[in-house]
């Protein structure tokens, strides 16, 4: 057991918490949310002995270890199945041990390390590794690659796989779903509720989360509060203290009601196919997700479209790729009013690489494309955050965007995003990617799309922010393309599926669930 007693913790001169007292308990898995900044990674770094708490005890039991996700890793020689089974860090002081053992000649040693290698099953490690990488979505022939040969995302997955493949006790998770698709995330699910350690989670993924953890410990204004519960029970209890401030009693009122009345509407047009039906499920959450975070500073909302069209962008067996590789094939799909489609499919199938076509980024090389000229599309990239002048401000970035627009408009329109009067003139490049994220967002916003392209949206934001963006996507009256790992968005966004898979795009008949079992099948016939 982790116990803390009247901690408080510092950075720099920044309070982060006082009278923070809490049990972790062995075999336990709890989320730690909070806004950006409030001080959950470093909880994480007090955790791991790198920072002392400034009063207050940390007790924590001496032979436990401690694995992590590092956040970073630098290009290495290693092939991507070594550097998962180093961190396998018994194994690796074991092998150690026998090297010297086999220098010296010494046979009860190496009898005794080899006792060890049985009981921790050390024989079994390539294959424990492998099932973590084709877990992550590695394929096969990619497992023997140097780690250097991979992409940035693609690094942090084989850290992800290297702090799984350690015998640990307490293993710590700092937003473990960002880099993953939703296969992988699925199998993590699966993985953390086999997993007999204890495990401490920061994550802004709901869903993930109530289908993770059993208790939920919030850091907010300074302090530690502890709910019993996945994620949905925590919104549920945090709603109901919400209430007892009068005020805030009634703006919940009055999004609760805006809520029911938008569900209503769309359950009166809406069809009776399973996506439909389970849409309307999702969006009846919404009424508790907005009376949970009914004090968020994020209020924004999309303006509305210029003008739609019945067929904004459609094609007829068109075909991408990048160079001569070719990646999907005679696609026919059609996207307009009222459209609101997720994208399905592994890691690598095309899903971005649809987007960029429909984006007018990449060029078909075979069919037809059809773009209407009245299309406005605002579409969202996690490489459109490199695109910011980190030498710039918020507030320059919108008078580049609307010049004709005056400055307090801009200011407060910004305000909505949660840039503050100071904030507004901070330079981008110190900015968090979750603050980059919402400027990027506030500039689609702007521009009135009638077509929103969104690929992977909710990468960098936080749960505040996402309920938010949430939100405002119920009410935009233009199309929606969604490629995203986050369900609970997926859940409540969309209303029809397009699976990509192998080079092809079809509809998808079914929800996420029905998906999940499609790729079971998919991957137990594989095998």
């Not at 709603?239 to 007892?244: G, I, S, V, Y």
Request: hydrophobic fraction near 40%; charged fraction near 25%.
């Amino acid at each position: 057991m982790i116990t803390f007693s009247d901690v408080a913790l510092r950075r720099g001169a920044k309070l982060l918490f006082e009278k923070g007292s809490f049990n972790l308990n062995a075999g336990e898995k709890m989320g730690l949310v909070g806004g950006n900044g409030a001080g959950k990674s470093s909880l994480f770094a007090l955790l791991r002995g790198d920072l002392i708490a400034e009063t207050g005890t940390v007790d924590f039991p001496n032979r436990w270890r401690i694995a992590h996700v590092a956040q970073e890793t630098e290009g290495s020689p290693l092939s991507a199945l070594q550097f998962t089974i180093d961190g396998d860090t018994e194994l690796r002081a074991l092998e150690a041990e026998l090297a010297k053992a086999e220098d010296a000649g010494d046979g009860f040693e190496m009898a005794r390390i080899h006792e060890e290698f049985m009981r921790i099953d050390a024989y079994s490690v390539d294959r424990r590794a492998a099932e973590l990488l084709i877990g992550l979505g590695f394929d096969l022939e990619t497992h023997e690659n140097p780690v250097s040969s991979f992409s940035g995302g693609w690094r942090m997955r084989l850290n992800l796989a290297r702090a799984l493949m350690c015998r640990s006790d307490l293993l710590l998770l700092d937003e473990p779903t960002n880099h993953l698709d939703l296969e992988a995330i699925i199998w993590l699910q699966d993985w953390l509720k086999a997993f007999e350690g204890t495990v401490l989670m920061i994550s802004h993924d709901r869903n993930f989360l109530d289908n993770t953890v059993d208790r939920i410990l919030e850091l907010a204004n300074s302090t530690l509060t502890l709910y019993t519960g996945g994620y949905s029970d925590y919104e549920n209890m945090r709603a109901e203290k919400l209430t007892l401030q009068q005020a805030m009693f009634e703006k919940q009122q009055r999004q609760v009601a805006h809520i029911s009345s938008f569900i209503e509407r769309f359950r009166a047009q809406a069809s009776k196919a399973r996506q439909a039906q389970s849409r309307i499920k999702a969006l009846a959450k919404l009424e508790r997700v907005a009376a949970a975070h009914i004090d968020t500073p994020f209020t924004f909302k999309f303006r509305e479209p210029d003008a739609m069209a019945s067929t904004l962008w459609s094609s007829e067996g068109a075909g991408a790729g990048y160079g001569e590789k070719q990646i999907l094939s005679d696609v026919t799909v059609h996207v307009g009013e009222g459209s609101r489609v997720g994208l399905l499919g592994r890691n690598g199938a095309g899903k971005s690489t649809l987007i960029k076509l429909i984006a007018g980024e990449i060029t078909s090389g075979q069919g037809d494309i059809t773009r209407d000229r009245r299309i406005n599309i605002g579409y969202f990239a996690q490489h459109q955050l490199e695109t910011l002048d980190p030498e710039q401000s918020p507030l320059w970035h919108m008078k580049q965007k609307a010049p004709n627009a005056r400055e307090q408009e801009l200011r407060t329109y910004l305000g909505t995003f949660d840039f503050s009067d100071k904030t507004v003139f901070q330079e981008t490049g110190t900015m968090s990617g979750g603050e980059k994220s919402r400027l990027v967002l506030a500039m689609i916003i702007w521009d009135r799309p009638n077509l929103l392209l969104l690929d992977e949206p909710t990468n960098h934001l936080d749960l505040e922010v996402r309920s938010a963006l949430t939100l405002a996507l119920q009410e935009f009256t233009g199309a929606v393309v969604l490629v995203s790992h986050d369900t609970a968005l997926i859940e409540t966004v969309v209303d029809s599926y397009w699976l990509i898979d192998n080079g092809t795009v079809t509809p998808f008949d079914g929800d996420l669930m029905d998906y999940k079992r499609y790729r079971a099948q998919a991957n137990r016939n594989a095998a």
